[in-house]
């Protein structure tokens, strides 16, 4: 079975014959390859011609897209989510006091 799909830059496929996802990161019409990134975050590259005797199909994002984008950090996501707490925002502003006339001169 051979593919029909054009791979586009940013859409998820995947592996018919083993299961996994990749997406599609790259196209590079000179040398007519296609740069992938897969799920694990390991980046391969394929030859056009290959692309198409691969089995594979487009399919939906992960539920956890992240894997091959490296993100490390939940508020990198867009989320509301912080590692700090409510209260390292109160605090007073005076806590830090001004700099002595002496000490610009210096």
Not at 20 to 38: P, W
Not at 41 to 65: F, K, S
Not at 74 to 91: A, K, P, Q, R, Y
Request: net charge negative; aromatic share 10%; glycine share 6%.
């Amino acid at each position: 079975m051979t593919t029909e799909f054009d791979p586009i830059i940013g859409n998820w496929y995947c592996h018919l014959d083993k299961g996994q996802r990749f997406l599609v990161v790259a196209i590079d019409e000179k040398t007519e390859t296609v740069g992938v990134q897969n799920f694990d975050g390991n980046l391969d590259e394929y030859e056009m011609e290959n692309w198409h005797q691969m089995e594979i199909e487009p399919c939906e994002a992960p539920e956890n897209w992240s894997g091959p984008l490296d993100i490390g950090n939940v508020d990198d996501l867009g989320t509301n989510i912080t590692d700090t707490s409510e209260s390292d925002w109160d605090e007073p502003l005076d806590v830090f006091e001004p700099r002595s006339e002496t000490s610009k001169e210096e």
